[in-house]
């Protein structure tokens, strides 16, 4: 467990040096949680992960609501739910101004290692079927293209189902995933 630990710390550090903190979400942070899910996730589709959602999400044991933070303000967010067998990375976001600066590879990762020190090294999510730059974003991160859920948002779009299997992938001293 020890190289996992060390994998989150250096995680944290590389986040540090831009003044970002990854930690677990507040319950005051589900309002600006769901305003960006509206804003950057669910533009053009009816607004579902409303601010009690995240509030569901935030105080549920099985699940992870994460955010990185530039002092006050929340320069992303992510959310991941536990189960048995697999995880599912249900939201994934980070403000325009501080994409392209591994905020957002540093949030999937922190949620990986939380799997598995939990375990679970089946990741899956899903992602609307026209995002092509979440697609490549998630492909450069591992994870492969693992089917399409028809009309899955709001009846209406398609979703693309995404997986990563984490038991094979080695986690080097340096604590970067490949
Ligand atoms: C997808 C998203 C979370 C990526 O966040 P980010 O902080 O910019 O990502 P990172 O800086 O960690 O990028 C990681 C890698 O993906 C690549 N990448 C990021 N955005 C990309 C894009 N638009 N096209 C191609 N590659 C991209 C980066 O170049 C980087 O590769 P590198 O390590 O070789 O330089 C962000 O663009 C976003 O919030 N998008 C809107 C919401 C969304 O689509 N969420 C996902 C579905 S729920």
């Known amino acids: 467990m020890a190289f996992l630990r060390a994998h989150v710390a250096t995680i944290l550090k590389q986040m540090k040096h831009m003044g970002i903190k990854i930690s677990l979400a507040h319950n005051d942070d589900a309002a600006a949680i769901a305003e960006m899910?509206?804003?950057l996730i669910e533009g053009g589709l009816p607004w579902s992960w409303t601010e009690s959602r995240v509030r569901h999400y935030v105080r549920d044991r099985d699940s992870a609501v994460i955010v990185a933070?530039?002092?006050?303000?929340?320069?992303?967010f992510a959310i991941m739910e536990f189960h048995d067998e697999h995880a599912h990375l249900?939201?994934?976001?980070?403000?325009?101004g501080y994409r392209n600066h591994g905020v957002g590879s540093a949030?999937?990762?922190?949620l990986e290692s939380s799997a598995r020190m939990a375990g679970v090294f089946d990741i899956d999510l899903e992602l609307r079927a026209t995002n092509d730059?979440?697609?490549?974003?998630?492909e450069k991160l591992g994870y492969?293209?693992?089917?399409?859920?028809?009309?899955?948002?709001?009846?209406?779009?398609?979703a693309l189902?995404?997986?990563r299997n984490l038991s094979m992938v080695a986690v080097p001293p340096s604590g970067q995933t490949q």
């Open 90 to 96: 249900n939201l994934l976001a980070v403000r325009p």
């Open 144 to 158: 492969s293209p693992a089917g399409s859920r028809t009309r899955y948002y709001a009846g209406v779009e398609d």
């Open 161 to 163: 189902r995404m997986t």
């Open 107 to 110: 949030l999937v990762r922190w």
């Open 133 to 138: 730059m979440a697609r490549r974003f998630y």
């Open 37 to 39: 899910s509206r804003q």
């Open 69 to 76: 933070r530039d002092g006050r303000r929340l320069a992303g």
